[in-house]
């Protein structure tokens, strides 16, 4: 049996598809029973209603389980939570969603999560696989009423290149591992984009698709974190998101990797295709 966690976000979802189109025995651990697909994509899977902050949710959950896809918002005590139920009920194989420069001393507190959390997985001594995905191309959406709205959008990553990823890649990668993790032990994957791209080819993948100009206004990472604030997100995801942006103005995320076309046989995703797969999300098509 395979658990994915985080089963209703952007790259649960897809990874609970792939992997009960595989025929695998898969359950699903959600907050809400009702925000699952209605579609049938998730016909045959299990369904287990826990919390991360519920332990007792999660350790129903976890009876029979043999692998574990540990998806989470990545706050330490929830994810050392589901690490040390998968413990207790002999779960023996871990894949973990993490990110690329989660070191104990980063500048960014989530990547220091990630750190954390990773030590105890390791600390556990169940076996496990570590995928650390480039920025989402999914993160787009973000952006898409005030481009609906403005005809272009606001960010601080100025002309930082980054490997952009689409989610659906991170779910086919993190599913090829789960389905089958022997080997994977101790692996840790990057998973990337085919090409390095810039919040101006964002911009110009925008307006070809749309057919017409969106811009890309350069703001300071200052300036970005106090239009976030006044958008409605709390003040240290802003402050965060913020700093990160910085970082990618820099040079941060400007890296690039084979394993996505290695774990699932395909190549990436391009932006060109996502944002054709979505442009209705972004404004009246052309
Ligand atoms: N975004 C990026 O560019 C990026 C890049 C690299 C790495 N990552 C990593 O990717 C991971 C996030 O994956 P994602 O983008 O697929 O996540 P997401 O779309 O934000 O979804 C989060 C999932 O966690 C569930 N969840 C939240 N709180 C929960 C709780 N208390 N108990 C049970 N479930 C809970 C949510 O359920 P509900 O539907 O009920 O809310 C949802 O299914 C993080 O570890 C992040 O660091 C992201």
Same mark, same amino acid.
């Given at each position: 049996m395979i658990l994915v966690t985080g089963a209703t976000g952007k790259i649960g979802a897809e990874a609970v598809r792939l992997l009960t189109g595989k025929d695998l025995p898969v359950r699903a651990l959600v907050r809400d029973a009702s925000r699952t697909p209605r579609d049938g994509s998730w016909s045959g899977v299990e369904i287990a209603v826990g919390d991360f902050d519920r332990p007792r949710t999660l350790d129903a959950a976890m009876a029979g389980v043999d692998t574990l896809l540990l998806i989470s918002p990545s706050v330490p005590a929830q994810e050392i939570a589901v690490i040390d139920s998968a413990a207790r009920h002999d779960v023996q194989h871990v894949?973990?969603?993490? !990110?690329?420069?989660?070191? @104990?001393? =980063?500048?960014?507190?989530?990547?220091?999560?990630?750190? &954390?959390?990773?030590?105890? #997985?390791?600390?556990?001594?169940?076996?496990?696989?570590?995928?650390? /995905?480039?920025?989402?191309? %999914?993160? +787009?959406?973000?952006?898409?009423?005030?481009? &609906?709205?403005?005809?272009?959008?606001?960010?601080?990553?100025? !002309?930082?290149?980054?490997?952009?990823? *689409?989610?659906?890649?991170? =779910?086919?990668?993190?599913?090829a591992v789960a389905a089958a993790p022997a080997g994977h032990e101790g692996r840790t994957y990057l998973l990337t984009g085919p090409e390095l791209v810039t919040y101006a080819d964002v911009a110009a993948e925008?307006?070809? $698709? #749309?057919? %017409?100009?969106?811009?890309?206004? &350069?703001?300071?990472?200052?300036?970005?974190? @106090?239009?976030?604030?006044?958008?409605?997100? /709390?003040?240290?995801?802003?402050?965060?998101? $913020? %700093?990160?942006?910085? +970082?990618?103005? @820099?040079? *941060?995320?400007?890296? #690039?990797? *084979? *394993?996505?076309?290695?774990?699932?046989?395909?190549?990436?995703?391009? #932006?060109?295709?996502f944002v054709s797969d979505h442009v209705r999300c972004f404004g009246a098509t052309a």
């Open positions: 894949v973990k969603i993490t !990110n690329h420069k989660a070191t @104990e001393d =980063s500048p960014v507190g989530r990547r220091r999560d990630h750190a &954390r959390i990773e030590a105890h #997985l390791r600390a556990s001594g169940m076996a496990a696989t570590l995928l650390a /995905p480039n920025l989402l191309m %999914q993160n +787009l959406f973000f952006l898409a009423p005030q481009i &609906r709205q403005t005809h272009g959008f606001e960010m601080s990553a100025g !002309n930082g290149r980054f490997g952009m990823v *689409d989610s659906r890649d991170v =779910s086919a990668a993190a599913a925008l307006t070809r $698709a #749309l057919g %017409q100009e969106v811009e890309y206004r &350069r703001v300071t990472p200052g300036q970005h974190r @106090e239009r976030m604030v006044r958008a409605g997100l /709390p003040e240290p995801v802003a402050a965060s998101n $913020a %700093q990160v942006f910085g +970082l990618i103005a @820099e040079g *941060d995320a400007a890296w #690039l990797s *084979d *394993d996505v076309a290695t774990l699932t046989g395909r190549a990436p995703r391009t #932006l060109r295709t």
